[in-house]
């Protein structure tokens, strides 16, 4: 390799060729010619460097400059740039994060810096396909050892010793396995490499064998001189070519060297290797049935004992590995026992190839030691979850694996400990899943999966696994009972006990272990008909419908919207939202995070944008709706607080026939919809138009009359049959530091407060705001449009910012700064006045329970800001001092009232309570649903019904129309933009910013909407 200045190592495995590696390859000894240095540097096709989901992925020696994504294109620049100039080329590296800079070495990217290879030693440093190289890298030197310098006994004794164990699953000690065989008597005696991998996104004995052949041969020829084996199997799955065709490459190689055949290195010792293409079932791994596969029968399990290296192939002793196990004997018998025994845990040495796949940012194959906590592989391999979602669960050892909870991050991963948890480390399959995969769904994909693959020889097994299946599928279509659980667990159990052989003792592992660590989720399934994850189809119908709180009917107003039904459309909306103009603009949308048309990199529907398309259409014309109103019964509920949660219940006890009043400290109505968020984002005038609808049923509001001040809860419960407390968290937290009660120091509710109602508030011209969340976006963005500087103070990264995304980046739009990784640590005042804050810089260190990275201070790094305010928005909690005249209902620590969460019922009779009192702060639409609800519960209770919820699984309240879409509008419709104020107009006023889709825009973008609705329709009437 010595005589080219460079050598550009070109990835050929399975999945850089699928991305056109080899195409690449071409362009770039093209672009090197024409550059005239063909003579300099040469282009090396390897195999699978391990770093799959950045392919095709190429690494330049010496320097070890790694390149990824690459096509076609950027090859001349490449070319010109780094091979001509010198000058790397920074876009074409791998970058962590947004704000992160590129990594130029592969040595210092994360996903490589925590591996260590021992199997995959020669990972991207040579070519398969060329025998040469591997002897270049010390190849067959172990061969030599174990045949000059060995004797059979003393082989066992350094694999022994090593304390490598299978990796193929079982984890039998790879030692003891080959004195079996070599004691055992045998007129022939065979090794076979096990390379069936049937697991379903498993690649690790596939990339091994396409990148590094000759290391599974040599191990294989080492393993046949420990037991007196003349002939070796590698039985290998034919759907994989790449494979087969590159193991027989190296079979045809090693002959020509004499490294297999008659008399190999001189030593008269003869071994000779034959690919067998195995037929593709699962069970077909299984060594037994391997074993029958091989001599042309049925691919069955058969008892054990007689194990395979007493009576294997032909009767004859039979010593099967894996290919990873046989990968690993060179360097066992190159480096030493000791060497290899050092790396690991006590009972798990050395170390384990996995491939890391599912939810996670860095996909791809690994080599770690033993012992490397999960923790370790998720964040600093992994790369933690895309997409900002919170990581849930590894699913480990294959279809017959356990699942892992987030709970247990730290847990060191070892063939104990993975046993403990209820895993197993099975071969090495390691998926990571997120929130959004539901784990009674992911129980009864590995269980479809087993079921499918079970030989049927066992009754537990067979009728076992398809008796498990059927109780998930019920449970996922909402069908579940609750003595299932008990069921699923006890024919678990037993399934595990009675079968023969590894696949039906472990295939119960992916239902047992959710049933232990996500038992949550079987009840949310069976008892609420919920699946938060929103998958199981069955229930949720449609993700949007599902997930909305307020159980908006989205799939039939979008497709009315579609069509151009605006009035029908209307009607949806409202039937479930009193305040639709108000949520159009505001809610969270917890809808369109789940909604299926946003998977991968696609967009979400603009569900939020449609409704306030639809609610603003009406506005225009003269709110029409006009819900069915029951007479009036005569009784009369009490409710505290005019915000969302507060006006939905008083709107639904009216539709009831009830004659509701409520009570309201401020002198407006509304809430944090009033007095919180600010005018740019919900014009008042819109806010009223919705109220007015509420007063209009009969509903009375008491502005200016604190309960606690003005009146106590007691006279309440004198007049009125219930009360419905819904006084938010209006109460600003402290940041805890020295010097906070300054004045000029306040908190962003009050000052919100202040700023919406119009009060005088004097700010001065410079102005920090603390905090990420949407009222400190609020706050900063009022700030900026009083006429002051503003800059916001963020503990964390733009990544981690607790507010909306749309809001924030509206907030940089308006140029204002955040100084992410900034803590305030102490007000610098004079004479009481604030005069500045000193803050200091925070890097981001471990990652933390909820899957963040903690922030932490950098020492030394503490700077000063001189400020006129400063503006504290880190969080609220819930006044309920108004409660301490003689109310008997329980308050947490966190000051919020502690209810039934099924029925909102307190511990006093007849006042229930929900909203942002109950939760801390939270939402507009979370707290309507508590309105919807408590208003429901509270009817139940003056009827004197029993106050219970019913649940019932998600379905639309009326059949749509789907729209027919050609395949060019299918290819052509996007997410429209939602036209905005230019930040010109905005300043100095408080003018509503978002200006609203117009009628073409929305109905397009409904256009674009899935209808899962419909989905589930017709696999019903299929049925
Ligand atoms: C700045 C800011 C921006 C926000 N932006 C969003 C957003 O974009 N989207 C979103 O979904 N959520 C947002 N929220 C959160 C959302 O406003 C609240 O979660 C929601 O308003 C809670 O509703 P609620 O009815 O429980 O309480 P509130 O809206 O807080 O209403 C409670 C009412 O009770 C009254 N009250 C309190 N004590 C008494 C008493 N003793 N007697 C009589 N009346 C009393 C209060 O004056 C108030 O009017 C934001 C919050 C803030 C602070
Ligand atoms: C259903 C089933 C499938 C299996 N599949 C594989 C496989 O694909 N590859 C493998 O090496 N071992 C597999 N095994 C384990 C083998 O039976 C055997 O234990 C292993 O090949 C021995 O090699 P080792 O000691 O190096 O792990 C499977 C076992 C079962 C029960
Ligand atoms: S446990 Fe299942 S796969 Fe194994 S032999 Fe029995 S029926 Fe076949
Ligand atoms: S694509 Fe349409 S129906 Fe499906 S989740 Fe999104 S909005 Fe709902
Ligand atoms: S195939 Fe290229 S990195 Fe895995």
Known sequence: ??????????????????????????????????????????????????????????????????????????????????????????????????????????????????????????????????????????????????????????????????????????????????????????????????????????????????????????????????????????????????????????????????????????????????????????????????????????????????????????????????????????????????????????????????????????????????????????????????????????????????????????LPIDYEQLAEAGSIMGSGGMIVLDEDTCMVDIAKYFLAFT?????????????????????????????????????????????????????????????????????????????????????????????????????????????????????????????????????????????????????????????????????????????????????SNGDKVAIIGAGPAGLTCAYYLALEGYKVTIFEALPVVGGMLSVGIPEYRLPRQILNLEIDNIVKLGVEIKTNTAIGRDMQLADLKNEFKAIFIATGAHQGIKMGIPGEDADGVMDAVDFLRAVNLKQKIEIGAKVAVVGGGNAAVDAARSVSRLGSEVVVLYRRTRAEMPAENEEIEELLRECIEIKYLTVPVKVISEGGKLKGVECIRMKLGEVDAGGRRRPVPIEGSEFTLELDSLIIAISQRPDVSFLNNGASIKVSKWNTIEVDTETFHSDEEGVFAGGDVITGPNTVSDAMAHGKIAARMINKYIKGVPVKREYKVTRPAIQVEAVELTDEEIESLKKPAMPVLSVQERRGNFNEVELGLVREMAMSEARRCLRCDLELQKEESAE
């Open 451 to 631: 079921n499918d693959e079970s030989c049927g020889k066992c009754t537990s097994c067979r009728e076992g696994s398809a008796a498990l299946l059927e109780i998930l599928t019920r449970i996922c279509n909402g069908e579940g009972q609750e003595k299932d659980l008990e069921l699923l667990n006890d024919l678990g159990i037993a399934i595990k006990n009675a079968s023969l052989c590894g696949l039906g003792q472990t295939l119960p592992n992916p239902v047992l272990s959710t049933l232990k660590y996500f038992r949550d989720e079987y009840v949310e399934h069976i008892k609420y008909k919920r699946c938060s994850a929103s998958v199981c189809r069955g229930i949720i119908s449609s993700a949007c419908q599902h997930t909305c709180p307020l159980g908006q009917d989205v799939p039939c107003y979008v497709g009315l919207i579609a069509n151009g039904k605006f009035d029908e459309a209307v009607e949806i909306v409202r039937k479930e939202n009193p305040l639709p103009a108000i949520c159009g603009r505001v809610c969270h949308h917890p809808c369109e995070a789940k909604c299926s048309a946003g998977e991968g990199e696609e967009e979400p529907i603009s569900i939020r944008a449609l409704k306030r398309f639809v609610a603003d259409y009406e506005m225009e014309r003269g709110i029409k709706f006009q819900p069915e109103v029951k007479p």
């Open 1 to 410: 390799m010595s005589e080219y200045r460079m050598h550009l190592m070109v990835c050929a495995g399975t999945g850089c060729v699928s991305n056109k590696s080899l195409e690449i390859k071409e362009v770039l000894e093209d672009e090197i010619k024409k550059a005239g240095l063909e003579n300099e540097i040469l282009v090396v096709t390897t195999g699978c460097n391990g770093f799959c989901a950045q392919g095709p992925i190429m690494v330049v020696h010496p320097g070890g400059i790694f390149y990824q994504m690459l096509t076609k294109e950027d090859i001349p620049r490449l070319v010109k740039e780094h091979f001509l100039k010198g000058r790397p080329v920074k876009e074409l590296m791998y970058t962590p994060s947004a704000q992160e800079p590129p990594i130029p070495k592969l040595s210092d990217i994360g996903f490589f810096s925590k591996q260590r290879l021992v199997a995959l030693k020669n990972r991207g440093l040579l070519d398969p396909e060329k025998i040469d190289e591997y002897i270049a890298r010390d190849g067959y030197t172990a061969l030599a050892k174990a045949l000059t310098e060995m004797s059979p006994k003393g082989i066992i004794k350094d694999v022994a010793d090593s304390g490598l164990r299978g990796r193929g699953g079982g984890g039998f000690p790879t030692g003891k396995k080959w004195q079996f065989a070599q004691e055992a008597k045998g007129d022939r005696k065979f090794v076979v490499c096990n390379a069936d991998e049937g697991d379903p996104g498993a690649f690790m004995d596939r990339s091994i064998i396409e990148s590094d052949p000759h290391v599974v041969l040599e191990g294989m020829a080492i393993g046949a001189k420990a037991i007196g084996a003349s002939h070796g199997y590698v039985y290998i799955r034919a759907e994989y070519p790449l494979a087969i065709e590159r193991i027989n490459i190296a079979i045809k190689q090693a002959r020509e060297y004499g490294l297999l055949g008659g008399d190999i290195l001189g030593t008269g010792f003869k071994f000779d290797v034959t690919v067998f293409k195995g037929a593709g079932a699962f069970v077909c791994g299984e060594e037994t049935a391997l074993i029958s596969s091989i001599e042309g029968k049925a691919p069955e399990p058969v008892i054990r004992p007689p194990f395979p290296v007493q009576s294997g192939l032909w009767g004859k002793p039979t010593c099967i590995n894996n290919v990873e196990t046989w990968a690993t004997i060179p360097s066992i018998i190159n480096r030493g026992a000791k060497w290899f025994s050092e790396i690991g845990t006590e009972k798990s040495k050395g170390t384990k190839v996995f491939s890391l796949v599912g939810k996670i940012r860095n996909a791809g194959l690994v080599e770690v030691p033993m012992g490397i906590t999960l923790k370790e592989i998720v964040y600093e391999i992994g790369g933690g979850i895309p997409g900002g979602k919170k990581f849930k669960a590894v699913q480990t050892g294959g279809p017959s694996g356990g699942c892992i909870p987030a709970s247990l991050i730290d």
